[in-house]
């Protein structure tokens, strides 16, 4: 089964525009987790009054999971290297390396370190992709979404051409 860790910003892309549900289509039967990090990150979020938080936490799809022993050791070892990554990243990372998993992540930095080290992840550009591929969305509905993200997460997705182009499926 496909374990997936989410970063906080693609959690806050799907969240705004409450569409949880899209990812639970894509993967499902897969387990979806978020570390300890990301999870602070979410509340200090809703402290600041973002009602998105809300819809991720009353979904109950994503497992907190604290990192184990030699995980926080790798993350101090990432924490050293790469500085520009935030905890939620450094410790995605750390634990998609350990225990196979995929991250699912936009974050640039953090893309970069993942095939620096071999480890697989997903971005928001593939996620869109294969909603289309998989039928779960139309081509229209994708081009829809993708309006709604830039319009409520202030997003600009760059290859809009690439993942709504039939040629590439």
Do not use: W
């Amino acid at each position: 089964m496909t374990s997936l860790v989410f970063d906080t910003d693609v959690l806050s892309t799907f969240g705004k525009i409450k569409r949880l549900d899209l990812l639970e289509k894509l993967f499902h039967g897969a387990d979806f987790s978020i570390p300890t990090s990301v999870n602070n990150e979410l509340f200090k979020a809703k402290d600041c009054g973002y009602e998105f938080v809300d819809h991720i936490t009353d979904s109950q799809i994503f497992e907190v999971t604290p990192l184990r022993q030699e995980e926080v050791g790798f993350l101090e070892k990432l924490r050293d290297e790469r500085r520009k990554l935030g905890p939620g990243e450094l410790e995605c990372i750390s634990i998609c390396k350990h225990r196979d998993c995929v991250l699912v992540t936009n974050d640039t930095a953090a893309k970069k370190v993942c095939d620096y080290y071999d480890i697989k992840f997903i971005d928001l550009s593939m996620l869109l992709k294969s909603l289309i591929v998989t039928d779960i969305l139309t081509c229209k509905e994708v081009e829809a979404l993708i309006d709604e993200i830039e319009d409520k997460d202030k997003v600009i997705i760059s290859d809009v051409d690439y993942i709504l182009n039939s040629n590439d499926l």
